[in-house]
């Protein structure tokens, strides 16, 4: 979160594109206050550039109710009730972006860094732009 944030408040009039793309579970709660980060995100949009970072949120086991309830809540690019799926990697590069200076970062269990890493390779990433970080 902190890394999303200062890359947002660092951008400035630069035309860098600042992307996330999101995944969680919606919470057994119901609640959908209880997503972190879910008010930090939101709050993105008002950091550094207007247009604010690109972000698409991915809810598996959401209902649709709690998907309408989040696009009313939060202004993303987009709320989707279903795991990440590799379109949205691709997507989230933007239309324009630079094979050779395009940096990611991806977080999450080994099984879907992996995933995701090997995906971005393919589509001509270099590996030293395709940073990792493994948890569970």
Known sequence: MSMLTHLNQSAGESKRRISLVYGTRAPRSKNL?????????????????????????????????????????????????????????FTALGPNHNIQTTVVYICGPPQMTDEFEEAYLKKGLPKSNVLTEKWW
């Open 33 to 89: 206050s209880d997503i972190l980060f879910l008010n930090r995100l939101g709050e993105q949009k008002y950091i550094g550039k207007d247009e604010g970072p690109y972000i698409d949120l991915f809810l598996s086991q959401c209902s649709e109710e709690e998907k309408q309830d989040m696009g009313n809540r939060y202004d993303f690019h987009s709320i989707r009730a279903k795991r990440i799926d590799r379109n949205a990697l």
